[in-house]
């Protein structure tokens, strides 16, 4: 009998670990993101004058867009309040200032918010009795990974909690305040909260980038013939080996303090959010740009950029003393004699990690100064290994010369920064890469031995490195060439200007509907169905085309996505236009694209009422959006759906995927579950 009780329980106990473990599988695989808290408070200016005072409390990871977004962006913040309700609006609502960017998939300047942002809208009392006031927030945030659909949240104001107006300049609420905080009804369902922390993988970057370009910097003319001069004092100054070790890495040690000091001053000067701003305005790139192509003219030998001798010469004296300080000199020293060489690569390098923000150009720094502090220290440490090294030569000017043509790349890189701000159309697409393509192919060029600069030594054959390396360049440059005719160039993405900004968005001769695409004109499409990206036909709306994929037999995709979705941009223009994901979008599967931030309104007929927050829908976006959190139990985009002509899922839907492979299996694996039915 107790065993038969046992059997019965344990059979039961792994039903139910079965059902909870499915649960919380369902939970992660679809949440429904609500990752900003909005709270309002008011301040008292006189007996007829308030600010309504609206605080936006944003989860690590996400941006809220401001009230100010260029044309075709992402959705804006707005606000609206109660019309004719006893009082009048004084101005617009204000906003801080923000985080500005030039966002490479919207190709524009667009000022979002992080971790928190406040909102002041003044109003003038014409009821002096009136004792509260309405009004509605509509806004959309993104993450690393996925965009949220416009959202409407209530707001309410209690004027008789209003605290006298604070001069705080910052985004603080006085604990006075706190305390009379409205909290406003959330329109939209609760969410489960996703606490994932902020992704270190630019700051990595970073890290890489300014490893190699230390360790570029190290095999320039400047800096490599120090090596062995430099080591040799130490072992002569070290009485013991010991001694010697300890020597060489207060050395390296003072290389690298050197160098972190520089990226606190410019980030002490500046400041992260300075920078910012700056990495976006069109002096400051115009500037960079002159900058670059001076610092790039000087590497290919025209002139020499140097500090003054004065300079070196005090800190060698300082170096004579020895000791600790002594060695802090030398590595200062180094830093001195050697910057016609790495103040190029170090400025280039502290203006790209700075506008990164936070300690961005530290970790830049950090990594520039290791690669340049560990042969130092290293071969002090083992003087052996000085017999190991190359000698110097000409292949010392060859790396500088190749470093000056990289610089002179880039500078056009900011040159297409102010032109896109502008929009002036004249760096456009292919101009850009023509100037790209002459760069890379001069380089290769010269590497072949084609083209002689100014302080070349003579040279009677090639290296096999240098030869690897023409060869290299070489190829990325014939890599290049079919963008002027339309190739996405995904190996330089976010370099060039994209598609759209360009003399023929699709090549060269080529439009989007005729023989040079498609073969195709509108009057052959289905009803409701265009031509979506890379010209697969694709529908905007659910019935139409569900209809179509009856009428065809073959499956559905549905691709809940948004204007404003900048990781949807990234998966059509990264991995859609895999040929083997591309060969399937167009011909094995029926596209649906749902726009969730479609902002037309819905048509008169349909009154839809929100089973959410018991609202009526306005836009078609907003349609979409509600049938994605009901059906699917999940609010991101973009978030992919593979289902059969009886709308039953085929497999579990997907969100951002940005690896080919796993995207492509994905789908190879429901057309083909939809095919063995």
Same mark, same amino acid.
């Given at each position: 009998m107790i065993l038969k009780l046992s059997n019965r329980f344990f059979k039961r106990g792994v039903k139910y670990l079965l059902f909870l473990i499915l649960l919380i599988s369902?939970?992660?695989?679809?949440?429904?993101?609500?990752?900003?808290?909005?709270?309002?408070?008011?301040?008292?200016?006189?007996?007829?004058?308030?600010?309504?005072?609206?605080?936006?409390?944003?989860?690590?990871?996400?941006?809220?867009?401001?009230?100010?977004?260029?044309?075709?962006?992402?959705?804006?913040?707005?606000?609206?309040?109660?019309?004719?309700?006893?009082?009048?609006?004084?101005?617009?609502?204000?906003?801080?200032?923000?985080?500005?960017?030039?966002?490479?998939?919207?190709?524009?300047?667009?000022?979002?918010?992080?971790?928190?942002?406040?909102?002041?809208?003044?109003?003038?009392?014409?009821?002096?009795?009136?004792?509260?006031?309405?009004?509605?927030?509509?806004?959309?945030?993104?993450?690393?990974?996925?965009?949220?659909?416009?959202?409407?949240?209530?707001?309410?104001?209690?004027?008789?909690?209003s605290v006298p107006l604070t001069l705080n300049t910052g985004n603080e609420i006085t604990k006075e305040q706190e305390s009379q905080v409205s909290k406003p009804k959330k329109s939209s369902e609760t969410a489960i909260a996703d606490t994932r922390k902020q992704k270190k993988k630019g700051l990595w970057t970073i890290f890489i980038i300014a490893f190699f370009s230390g360790f570029a910097a190290l095999l320039t003319p400047c800096v490599f013939p120090m090596i062995p001069m430099t080591v040799s004092f130490f072992t002569k100054q070290s009485k013991t080996r010991a001694k010697g070790i300890k020597n060489a890495?207060?050395?390296?040690?003072?290389?690298?303090?050197?160098?972190?000091?520089?990226?606190?001053?410019?980030?002490?000067?500046?400041?992260?959010?300075?920078?910012?701003?700056?990495?976006? &305005?069109?002096?400051?790139?115009? /500037? =960079? !740009?002159?900058? %670059?192509?001076?610092?790039?003219? @000087? #590497?290919?030998?025209?002139?020499?950029?140097?500090?003054?001798?004065?300079?070196?010469?005090?800190?060698d004296k300082q170096a004579? &003393?020895?000791?600790?300080?002594? /060695? =802090? !000199?030398?590595? %200062?020293?180094?830093?001195?004699? @050697? #910057?016609s060489c790495t103040g190029p690569i170090v400025g280039t390098l502290l203006v790209e990690a700075a506008s990164k923000g936070g300690i961005a150009p530290f970790v830049g720094m950090f990594g520039f100064s290791l690669a340049l502090a560990l042969p130092f220290a290293l071969f002090a440490a083992f003087p052996g290994w000085l017999n190991s090294l190359p000698k110097s030569g000409g292949w010392l000017n060859t790396v500088k010369v190749v470093l000056g043509f990289l610089e002179l790349a880039l500078a056009f890189k900011f040159l297409s920064n102010a032109d896109l701000v502008l929009q002036l159309h004249w760096l456009e697409r292919e101009i850009f890469l023509a100037i790209w393509i002459t760069i890379f192919g001069a380089m290769a060029f010269y590497l072949f031995g084609k083209i002689k600069l100014p302080h070349d030594s003579p040279l009677d054959h090639i290296s096999v490195g240098r030869l690897s390396l023409g060869l290299l360049v070489m190829a990325f440059t014939i890599y290049m060439i079919p963008g002027l005719w339309g190739a996405p160039l995904q190996l330089i993405s976010g370099?060039?200007?994209?598609?759209?900004?360009?003399?023929?968005?699709?090549?060269?001769?080529?439009?989007?509907l005729g023989s040079g695409a498609t073969g195709v004109t509108e009057k052959d499409f289905p009803d409701g169905a265009?031509?979506?990206?890379?010209?697969?036909?694709?529908?905007?709306?659910?019935?139409?085309?569900?209809?179509?994929?009856?009428?065809?037999?073959?499956?559905?995709?549905?691709?809940?996505?948004?204007?404003?979705?900048?990781?949807?941009?990234?998966?059509?223009?990264?991995?859609?236009?895999?040929?083997?994901?591309?060969?399937?979008?167009?011909?094995?599967?029926?596209?649906?694209?749902?726009?969730?931030?479609?902002?037309?309104?819905?048509?008169?007929?349909?009154?839809?009422?929100?089973?959410?927050?018991?609202?009526?829908?306005?836009?078609?976006?907003?349609?979409?959006?509600?049938?994605?959190?009901?059906?699917?139990?999940?609010?991101?985009?973009?978030?992919?759906?593979?289902?059969?002509?009886?709308?039953?899922?085929?497999?579990?839907?997907?969100?951002?995927?940005?690896?080919?492979?796993?995207?492509?299996?994905?789908?190879?694996?429901?057309?083909?579950?939809?095919?063995e039915k």
């Open positions: 369902a939970k992660v695989d679809a949440q429904i993101y609500d990752p900003v808290n909005w709270s309002t408070s008011v301040e008292k200016i006189s007996e007829t004058e308030f600010e309504l005072v609206i605080n936006a409390q944003i989860e690590p990871g996400w941006h809220l867009y401001s009230q100010q977004v260029p044309e075709n962006g992402p959705i804006p913040t707005s606000f609206s309040y109660e019309p004719d309700a006893g009082y009048e609006l004084v101005g617009n609502t204000l906003e801080e200032e923000g985080r500005t960017i030039n966002d490479p998939v919207f190709n524009m300047v667009i000022t979002f918010f992080e971790n928190q942002a406040e909102f002041r809208q003044r109003i003038k009392l014409t009821n002096k009795s009136l004792k509260s006031i309405q009004g509605e927030v509509a806004f959309m945030v993104c993450d690393d990974e996925r965009c949220l659909p416009p959202t409407y949240v209530d707001l309410e104001f209690n004027l008789s909690k890495l207060i050395y390296g040690v003072s290389i690298v303090v050197i160098y972190l000091f520089l990226g606190g001053i410019v980030t002490w000067i500046f400041g992260a959010s300075a920078l910012n701003a700056l990495s976006t &305005n069109i002096w400051f790139n115009l /500037i =960079f !740009f002159i900058i %670059l192509v001076i610092f790039a003219i @000087s #590497f290919l030998g025209a002139f020499e950029i140097m500090l003054p001798n004065s300079w070196a010469n005090k800190v004579d &003393n020895g000791g600790i300080i002594g /060695i =802090f !000199f030398m590595g %200062l020293a180094l830093a001195i004699v @050697s #910057f370099f060039p200007p994209a598609m759209n900004y360009s003399e023929s968005p699709y090549g060269v001769g080529y439009t989007k265009h031509l979506g990206p890379h010209d697969i036909l694709a529908f905007t709306d659910y019935e139409k085309g569900l209809a179509y994929a009856k009428q065809v037999n073959k499956p559905v995709m549905i691709d809940f996505t948004g204007h404003a979705c900048v990781n949807c941009r990234k998966m059509e223009e990264r991995v859609w236009s895999d040929p083997a994901i591309l060969q399937i979008l167009k011909n094995d599967i029926v596209l649906i694209s749902l726009y969730v931030d479609d902002k037309r309104k819905l048509p008169e007929d349909e009154n839809i009422i929100s089973e959410i927050s018991g609202k009526k829908l306005k836009y078609i976006g907003q349609k979409w959006s509600e049938f994605q959190t009901l059906r699917y139990k999940a609010n991101a985009q973009p978030f992919y759906v593979l289902m059969d002509l009886e709308e039953r899922n085929l497999l579990d839907p997907v969100g951002y995927t940005p690896d080919i492979e796993e995207y492509l299996n994905w789908l190879k694996k429901g057309v083909k579950k939809f095919q």
